[in-house]
């Protein structure tokens, strides 16, 4: 593909075509993609009086960043980070399709954090259901499971830290991080990540869905993509 080297005058790209930036820090990516978007509101046919610019960052200070720059074309554009955006436009409405399948207790759900759950009863069914009564440390135990991370392992993802992680001497194995996830899906608590996790299940299980957001927003544009993980490129991929 020909390199195109792009000025602040964002009418040289197409709207209808995809593209990429690359550049370095403070060259200045940021506020040419908020003139790109200001250009496709005034040019575009597609979005008529009710579809959307969608428009993901990666933490909520960007967002309120862009959402400044934007003014008062904010109010065509959605913006946020891929966590909410999939959370609000898929998980929420959607989840019920696979509650069962996982545990998810949906009428519990209520938007979604990072606080690991590490009551004292909590833990206790957790050693139990996983057969590890020998771990004593309950603060090593929640230390090991904020390390674990949903990942690929060849299509599947899987929930567990980058190296085994060892709790008074004995190593936690794999499959506890994932009922450590049933357990809390069963109260309806969802981290930050498993939103992706359930995000990408519903996407690659019911395709209807991507149609829906493609209706919604016909534009979809990243900021700072080079911040995004392995499980965030394959869900940008299905929607694109």
């Known amino acids: 593909m020909p390199i195109n080297r792009i000025t602040s005058d964002s009418s040289l790209i197409d709207i209808e075509s995809n593209f990429r930036v690359s550049a370095g820090p403070g060259a200045g990516k940021t506020h040419w993609m908020v003139e790109h978007i200001r250009n496709v509101l005034h040019r575009s ?7 959307k610019i969608a428009c993901i960052t990666y933490t909520n200070i960007a967002v309120e960043t862009i959402l400044v720059r934007l003014g008062t ?11 909410s955006f999939l ?11 696979i509650a069962t399948e996982y545990g998810l207790n949906i009428e519990e ?3 979604h954090d990072d606080e690991i759950l590490s009551n004292y009863s909590f833990l206790n069914e957790w050693k139990t259901r996983t057969k590890q009564p020998r771990i004593k440390s309950d603060n090593e135990i929640v230390a ?7 990942k690929f392992n060849a299509k ?10 060892l709790v008074d001497g004995y190593p936690i194995r794999n499959d506890s991080y994932y009922e450590y996830k049933k357990m809390t899906w069963e109260k309806g608590v969802l981290h930050h990540e498993d939103v992706l996790f359930f995000g990408y299940q519903l996407l690659d299980k019911f ?5 829906v957001l493609r209706a919604k ?3 979809f544009f990243i900021d700072e993509f080079q911040d995004t993980n392995p499980i965030q490129a394959a869900i940008l991929h299905q929607i694109g």
């Open 109 to 111: 759900m209520d938007g």
């Open 45 to 51: 046919n597609r979005l008529g009086k009710t579809r």
């Open 217 to 219: 927003f016909p534009y």
């Open 156 to 165: 599947d993802l899987v929930c567990k830290p980058d190296y085994p992680m």
């Open 144 to 150: 090991a499971i904020r390390k674990a991370k949903w």
């Open 73 to 83: 074309s904010a109010e065509r554009v959605e913006v946020s980070t891929i966590h």
């Open 87 to 97: 959370y609000k436009h898929t998980v929420k409405p959607y989840a019920s399709f």
């Open 207 to 211: 395709p209807f869905i991507l149609q």
